[in-house]
């Protein structure tokens, strides 16, 4: 069970998009719909953003969405503040009851 | 509003057993639409799920922990417990403990985690 793959950092001027990367396998993410994004800030608990590969948690800005094809899942902010700037994590069903998350990504708002 | 909060030593000595507890409030862990996990972040790095548990008893463990992870509930106390065998410096991290709908595709509640550091 190996950590989905992410690209170690992204970043963004303010107002423009950016598209953070999941890469799993055909048993994990492109076996389920069960992948979800976690926005976390130095210091501070992980916070849902995405579930089921493109809904939205009640609360989370519409600037947030999620997509995926085949092996690979995306979660792209746009209209990119300065706020946004953290820590993002995939994660993902895996079968028989296990899970598994993706490295991280650190987002730079420029 | 589903609190979680994380308890237990900060300090772990090698070769000992951390053992944690997150107290759940605002919400019954015997409710059989959720699960309850526990997910732990080494300093600096990424986070690793642990296992998860129903309050009915099933529970699910990383291939790579399960020789060592044990995770248990209290329902009379709405207490959710870890314990990791034989630890080592590897296993330094902030524990964090978290609720999983039956669904299975998200944990949508979290503690605030605690740190524990395993050193002699």
């Known amino acids: 069970q190996s950590a989905l793959t992410q690209p170690r950092s992204v970043s963004g001027s303010p107002g423009q998009s950016v598209t953070v990367s999941c890469t799993g396998t055909?048993?994990?993410?492109?076996?389920?719909?069960?992948v979800s994004w976690y926005q976390q800030h130095p210091g501070k608990a992980p916070k849902l953003m995405i579930y089921?590969?493109?809904k939205r948690p009640s609360g989370v800005p519409d600037r947030f969405s999620g997509s995926k094809s085949g092996n690979t899942a995306s979660l792209t902010i746009s209209g990119l503040q300065a706020e946004d700037e953290a820590d993002y994590y995939c994660?993902?069903?895996?079968?028989?009851?296990?899970?598994?998350f993706g490295g991280g990504t650190k987002l730079t708002v420029l | 509003q589903l609190q979680l909060q994380e308890s237990g030593p900060g300090l772990v000595k090698p070769s000992e057993t951390l053992s944690l507890t997150c107290t759940v409030s605002?919400?019954?862990?015997?409710?059989?639409?959720?699960?309850w996990g526990w997910i732990r972040q080494p300093p600096g790095k990424g986070l690793e799920w642990i296992g998860t548990?129903?309050?009915?008893?099933?529970?699910y463990y990383k291939p790579s922990l399960k020789s060592r992870v044990a995770i248990s509930v209290d329902t009379s106390k709405n207490q959710v417990s870890l314990r990791l065998r034989s630890v080592t410096a590897a296993d330094t991290a902030v524990f964090y403990c978290a609720r999983l709908p039956a669904s299975m595709d998200r944990f949508d509640y979290w503690g605030q985690g605690t740190l524990v550091t395993v050193s002699s």
């Open positions: 089921d590969v493109s």
């Open positions: 055909s048993s994990d993410v492109g076996a389920y719909n069960y």
């Open positions: 548990i129903h309050y009915s008893g099933s529970t």
């Open positions: 605002g919400g019954s862990i015997s409710n059989s639409n959720y699960y």
């Open positions: 994660f993902s069903y895996a079968g028989s009851y296990t899970w598994v």
